[in-house]
């Protein structure tokens, strides 16, 4: 999509591209969200996933152009600098924050239901609490299973169902931080496509890419 959108914008400004661009990442994970809990197979996953890559070619293909065109010549190689390491810093801090925010629901939404089991004696309700509280991760049924294989078979099932239900609303909350990127930057669209368009530099593109 990136390569399609840079061959096809042609001389029309970055600016509408890019609100499109947010508009279909907004609407790709809008979509991924409800199917999270709901689907056996990745297969499932392919449109939404589809839609809101789209929406990050276009983006890519037109962010550095909106930015760096009314950048001098002569400058071109520092605001692009600046650019990339926004973008990068950009990149790693929403990364860290779903990450801590998905680790977290996870550690909350486990331990309630570890709770609320009726199947799980206090004090192995309590060793689950202490577990995730000092190391909470994302595992799968088959690792935990591992894990859990000097357990009795309905301890080690109830903590498996457990890990079945809380996975998935734990990617699901953490994928609210993309969407609602997409839709601060939907909403910030509308400014740039007010904005006068300067023509890009010809080094503009050279200078982003090194």
């Known amino acids: 999509m990136a390569l399609l959108a840079g061959k096809k914008a042609g001389n029309r400004p970055p600016g509408p591209i890019v609100r499109v661009g947010f508009l279909l990442v907004s609407i790709g994970f809008a979509l991924l969200i409800p199917f999270i809990p709901r689907v056996d197979s990745g297969w499932y996953l392919v449109l939404p996933l589809a839609i809101s890559g789209s929406g990050l070619g276009l983006l890519v293909s037109q962010l550095n ?9 002569e400058r071109i190689s520092e605001a692009a600098g600046v650019n990339s390491a926004a973008g990068s ?17 996870l ?15 206090p004090d192995q309700q309590q060793q689950v609490a202490d577990v995730l ?12 299973e591992e894990l859990l294989a000097d357990e009795p078979p309905r301890v080690r099932e109830e903590i498996v ?24 930057g939907l909403a910030n669209s509308f400014r740039m496509v007010r904005l006068p368009d300067a ?9 982003a890419l090194g």
């Open 161 to 184: 169902d457990i890990n079945t239900d809380t996975r998935p609303l734990a990617l699901q909350i953490a994928l609210l931080v993309p969407l609602l990127a997409g839709l601060a």
């Open 89 to 105: 810093f950009g990149l790693s801090f929403g990364l860290a924050c779903a990450g801590a925010i998905m680790l977290a629901t």
């Open 107 to 121: 550690s909350v939404a486990f331990t309630k239901n570890a709770e609320a089991s009726s199947v799980l004696r």
């Open 65 to 73: 152009n909106f930015t760096l065109g009314p950048i001098p010549e």
């Open 199 to 207: 023509p890009p530099p010809k080094t503009a593109e050279g200078a």
């Open 133 to 144: 509280d000092e190391d909470a991760e994302v595992l799968s049924n088959g690792q935990l």
